[in-house]
């Protein structure tokens, strides 16, 4: 099979989300505590848009599909998890990067099974959701920091992390709609 058009590499910081809210998926922060909840409360969606026919059609040539969607939302999870773990365990750790578009490629996420990846999602967002679940109290206000200086704390990133999960929720939902 062919590979499918390159996505263009994205390059918006997404940091506003952390006290903004995000308009464009109805995003707004939460209750930290709530994160694993929440995680977890997204599994079905993604397993019932991945069951779907089109979950490996993408509605537009450079615009991800659902199963490419799944793909990243699962590889975050895990990228995300392993940074809870330093930020929870190191002083002020800068976070190793992840080039999630490059990650796309070099995984080809465009050929993946959707319900291997919606199994594996599943896997991942219970071990993320079960991680957030144990941050303590005194835990939240931890520091963390991405390689381009953009500062957080666990509560802070847990916020800027959930956003990522509902906002490509929202975006798979809007792709492939039900008429």
Not at 51 to 72: F, I, L, N
Not at 109 to 136: C, G, I, N, S
Not at 148 to 157: E, W
């Amino acid at each position: 099979m062919q590979r499918p058009p390159a996505i263009p590499p994205e390059d918006m910081d997404w940091t506003f989300v952390i006290d903004d809210g995000c308009a464009e998926c109805g995003f707004s922060p939460h209750d930290v505590t709530t994160t694993g909840a929440r995680l977890r409360a997204a599994v079905p969606t993604w397993r019932e848009r991945l069951s779907r026919p089109d979950a490996t059609t993408r509605p537009a040539p450079t615009v991800w599909s659902p199963v490419e969607y799944a793909c990243h939302v699962r590889d975050a999870c895990r990228i995300f998890r392993g940074r809870l773990e330093l930020m929870l365990g190191h002083d002020d750790p800068v976070f190793p990067n992840w080039d999630q578009d490059a990650t796309a490629v070099a995984e080809d996420y465009f050929h993946q099974a959707p319900k291997a990846v919606a199994d594996q999602l599943a896997t991942e967002a219970e071990a993320t959701a079960a991680a957030f679940d144990a941050v303590r109290p005194e835990q939240w206000e931890r520091p963390g920091r991405r390689g381009n200086g953009s500062r957080f704390t666990v509560r802070t990133f847990a916020v800027y992390f959930l956003h990522d999960i509902a906002h490509h929720v929202h975006d798979v939902s809007r792709a492939g709609a039900p008429a």
